[in-house]
């Protein structure tokens, strides 16, 4: 989180990488080359392989639990429950951001109830009464003479490894590693203002579908304006798409050649209204730059055929007046309610009934959706390594 300042802030720009994707759909009169591939059935409906998905790739790879903008304070807390883990972010007095398994270490007892995030100096345990701070350390407890040999420094909450970069907060589930491919990410997430945005919505979605259906529709341009028809689809065309790699996460971008010519593709402003780009995240995760806006998604697997999606806007400064806060309600409930909730996650589930009945053998991945088959390459690479 940063301070705001009195100062004009310097007019954002693009990294490299992303002016590098521009760039080669600019350059470009046809499309590149692609070929037809597919992906197996059972990667989707098998029990077994999601066991070794949730082992491999989500008990042990970073993650994204959500933005910084859901904690803009000091002194607040939020329990999230997604992971298959009672988590407990916090942002402490000095503005860092924590993670916690969210467990009073005197009888296990969960420390903070519900999902909204609260504002509260000290977390004290419903069962006892034990206090702790939001950055993790033992405060007190009732009747400590009746615990004489209680080392209060060692009774700390448990804290799991995190990284704040790019207005984004991200943890490892187990042991320690390597944030480094978050922290490159990051520089993008800075260039889109994501860490100075504010939080306009979140809303918990659960999409009876594997997590990988979910993050399909997000790899392809293919199906917007025939599911989206009713939506957002007559705002697209087919574009031309460029992508590469930030470690095992996607970076992708779409464009139009035709509307790119001539553009300072320097301007973040003009590029984001020129270039829809998209970052499609291992484990899964989304961020989808709108022109005036930011979707993150956290994709969040529970069964092979189920899955918690948490969507948050975020929003470059408060509604200031109502007419603004009615804009941004109307950019809501048209991506959140409408295209994702009522077409892309529907359009996962009936995925899942079709491949469920065992009907089809393997999915076939036109040119338009090579970015599927890439995707799983790194699911599947990311299975082998965790093996």
Not at 86 to 99: K, M
Not at 141 to 153: A, C, G, N, W
Not at 222 to 238: A, E, M
Not at 306 to 315: G, H, S
């Amino acid at each position: 989180m940063s301070v705001a300042s009195t100062a004009a802030a310097p007019p954002l720009r693009p990294t490299a990488g992303m002016l590098a994707l521009a760039q080669a759909i600019a350059g470009s009169g046809t499309p590149p080359a692609a070929t037809q591939s597919t992906v197996p059935a059972t990667v989707y409906t098998d029990p077994a392989y999601f066991a070794r998905e949730k082992e491999a790739i989500f008990d042990r790879l970073p993650q994204i639990l959500c933005p910084s903008a859901l904690l803009p304070e000091p002194g607040m807390a939020v329990p999230h429950d997604g992971t298959g883990r009672p988590l407990l972010i916090t942002r402490d007095a000095g503005g860092t951001a924590h993670v916690f398994l969210n467990v009073c270490r005197h009888r296990g007892t969960r420390l903070v109830e519900g999902s909204e995030v609260q504002c509260a100096r000290r977390l004290v345990c419903p069962y006892h009464a034990w206090t702790y701070t939001v950055d993790g350390r033992l405060l007190a407890l009732p009747r400590p003479d009746t615990f004489p040999t209680l080392q209060k420094d060692a009774m700390g909450l448990i804290e799991l490894p995190s990284k704040e970069c790019g207005g984004l907060i991200w943890f490892f589930p187990d042991t320690p590693g390597d944030f480094s491919d978050a922290v490159t990410l990051g520089e993008d997430f800075d260039a889109l203002g994501m860490g100075e945005h504010v939080l306009f919505r979140r809303r918990m979605h659960e999409v009876k579908g594997n997590w990988k259906l979910v993050m399909d529709a997000f790899l392809e341009s293919y199906h917007v304006t025939r599911l989206h028809s009713q939506t957002i689809g007559p705002f697209f065309k087919d574009g031309i798409t460029s992508g590469d790699r930030i470690g095992p996460h996607l970076r992708s971008a779409v464009g139009r050649l035709e509307d790119m010519r001539g553009a300072d593709l320097s301007d973040m402003a003009q590029l984001r209204r020129l270039v829809t780009f998209a970052y499609q995240l291992l484990p899964g995760a989304l961020v989808i730059p709108s022109p005036d806006y930011i979707n993150v998604m956290t994709v969040m697997p529970q069964a092979h055929d189920r899955t918690l999606v948490e969507d948050f806007m975020l929003i470059p400064e408060p509604p200031a007046t109502d007419k603004a806060r009615d804009h941004w309600e109307r950019s809501w409930n048209l991506l959140d309610g409408g295209v994702f909730a009522g077409e892309d996650f529907r359009a996962a589930e009936l995925g899942q009934q079709g491949l469920s009945s065992g009907a089809v053998d393997e999915i076939v991945l036109g040119t338009l959706e090579s970015g599927i088959r890439r995707y799983h390459e790194t699911v599947e690479a990311a299975l082998a390594a965790g093996h």
